[in-house]
């Protein structure tokens, strides 16, 4: 669906993308398009992740940090249906449902970019876009690869990427266009809600600050977005709000056009009285 030169994924309603509105307290007023509530994982006697709260809305991107072994990718794998929770339930718009697989996540309108590309060097970028969801002429039938290339220039252009041509390989490609390719995989789903575990990692300042951009464009486009990362200065540059895990439990919501990066160390490391602000 497309609203003007911006292609809107499916499901996404007209009151969805317009910007959300909050009250005195930075309080978001409108139903969630995806919530964890008390989610629970356990790995035999490990708590990887307990009773956290996870609140994401349209055209929002939500950054969820904490130091290593905090939960954050256990988290990312649960929203993605690879693991499920031992307890605790995921809310789609207020309701619940179940992402018992990655299948199930892509029907609900989510899509999940792991921290390793895992593309195909030797193939090129509409190859790797579609790879494993390859488009038919019919039911069976050869590869529609005239669709595959004008739907693959379609999503580029919408992220604009900067990548000028489909047939490249992507061996030819910086690891920030590699990067630009593994989230416009993404949106061959049209998702309602993307999940970045760690896409600026090993990057370039350069490649950098071109995946944020993407990670802006995202939400320009009316999704809702996790940005799992590191690098606070990432993070302050592009977020909407910061979450923060420590040993697999909430630690602290904050705000992040009014907070500062000593706050959000504070949180992560467990400073006395580094909650953060009330900000749900």
């Known amino acids: 669906m497309r609203r003007g030169s911006v292609l809107v994924p499916e499901g996404v309603q007209e009151e969805t993308v317009v910007p959300m509105t909050t009250d005195g307290l930075g309080a978001w007023s409108r139903t969630p398009v995806l919530s964890l509530r008390q989610v629970t994982r356990r790995y035999r006697r490990v708590e990887a992740l307990d009773a956290v709260d996870l609140d994401v809305h349209a055209r929002e991107v939500v950054a969820l940090v904490g130091d290593n072994g905090a939960g954050k990718s256990t988290l990312a794998r649960v929203v993605a249906g690879v693991e499920q929770p031992d307890a605790g339930f995921v809310e789609m ?3 619940p449902v179940t992402i018992s697989s990655p299948g199930a996540a892509h029907a609900l309108g989510i899509a999940t970019v792991f921290q390793d590309p895992a593309l195909c060097d030797n193939l090129s970028v509409v190859a790797n876009l579609f790879l494993g969801r390859e488009l038919r002429v019919r ?67 350069v490649q950098t600050a071109e995946v944020l951009q993407l990670v802006t464009r995202l939400r320009e486009m009316g999704l809702g977005v996790v940005l799992i990362s590191h690098d606070l200065a990432d993070v302050l540059a592009v977020a909407d709000r910061v979450e923060v895990l420590r040993h697999g439990r909430n630690n602290g919501s904050f705000d992040a056009a009014s907070s500062s990066q000593e706050e959000i160390v504070a ?14």
């Open 267 to 280: 949180a992560i490391t467990g400073a006395p009285g580094a909650r953060g602000r009330a900000f749900r």
């Open 139 to 205: 039911p069976g039938g050869p590869l529609d690869e005239e669709r595959m290339v004008r739907e693959a220039r379609q999503i580029l252009d919408d992220l604009t990427t900067g990548i000028t041509s489909v047939h490249r390989t992507v061996n030819e490609l910086s690891n920030g266009q590699r990067q630009a390719i593994t989230i416009a995989r993404a949106m061959i789903t049209r998702p309602r809600v993307v999940v970045l575990d760690e896409p600026t990692a090993a990057l370039s300042v």
């Open 93 to 95: 718009d207020g309701a």
